[in-house]
T-cell receptor, first 113, second 116 residues
Framework: DQQVKQNSPSLSVQEGRISILNCDYT??????FLWYKKYPAEGPTFLIS?????DKNEDGRFTVFLNKSAKHLSLHIVPSQPGDSAVYFC????????????FGPGTSLSVIP | GAVVSQHPSWVICKSGTSVKIECRSL??????MFWYRQFPKQSLMLMAT?????????EQGVEKDKFLINHASLTLSTLTVTSAHPEDSSFYIC????????????FGPGTRLTVT
């Protein structure tokens, strides 16, 4: 039973345009959400996070939106750059200790020059 | 930023042998480290949570006698794959949790294990 879902396995975007990566979750106990970027044969790199008390968090070109009622979050990258091409994982955790982070299956983003 | 290293980066071993993978937090102390494995084109699957000075907590379906985890210090955790089989071939990634109260984990570069 997948608690964190990323229904689009891949996404292609033109350079300079906006990339929107979507994520849905089923566990209402999740209260902290993260996005990671991963290149092949490397470990994931933390990008941006958002607490459930917020609905938006912005860091440079990256913005994460959270819709708790819909159990949905999205990562916006604007403008997209070729170097953004990677696999993006949505992740979520629950409880104050944040001991467990559950990852989604990932979305492979290709930014076309 | 926080740096986590893994050693070795890749290893090939024969069936039946054991392999040890090290995970180190280089510039911070990590009371909690996590071990994941990733199959090709799949997500990261949490194997176990490792707390310094105590026994690791394994996820359902992960054999604790096969995947031995030792968190010997605040900067080092090891994963030993015992009696390795070809189906254990995978990409193993460790992470260390940052500041308390934050969900951020800092990941190592991963170890590619191939069992022949």
């Amino acid at each position: 039973d997948q608690q964190v879902k990323q229904n689009s396995p891949s996404l292609s975007v033109q350079e300079g345009r906006i990339s929107i990566l979507n994520c849905d979750y089923t566990n209402s106990m999740f209260d902290y959400f993260l996005w990671y970027k991963k290149y092949p044969a490397e470990g994931p790199t933390f990008l941006i996070s958002i607490s459930s008390i917020k609905d938006k968090n912005e860091d440079g070109r990256f913005t994460v939106f959270l819709n708790k009622s819909a159990k949905h979050l999205s990562l916006h990258i604007v403008p997209s750059q070729p170097g953004d091409s990677a696999v993006y994982f949505c992740a979520a955790s629950a409880g104050s200790s944040y001991d467990k982070v559950i990852f989604g299956p990932g979305t492979s983003l290709s930014v076309i020059p | 930023g926080a740096v986590v290293s893994q050693h070795p980066s890749w290893v090939i071993c024969k069936s039946g042998t054991s392999v040890k993978i090290e995970c180190r937090s280089l510039d911070f102390q990590a009371t909690t480290m996590f071990w994941y494995r990733q199959f090709p084109k799949q997500s990261l699957m949490l194997m176990a949570t490792s707390n310094e000075g105590s026994k690791a907590t394994y996820e359902q379906g992960v054999e604790k006698d096969k995947f031995l985890i030792n968190h010997a210090s605040l900067t080092l955790s090891t994963l030993t794959v015992t009696s390795a089989h070809p189906e254990d071939s995978s990409f193993y990634i460790c992470s260390a949790r940052g500041l308390a109260g934050s969900g951020e984990q800092y990941f190592g570069p991963g170890t590619r294990l191939t069992v022949t």
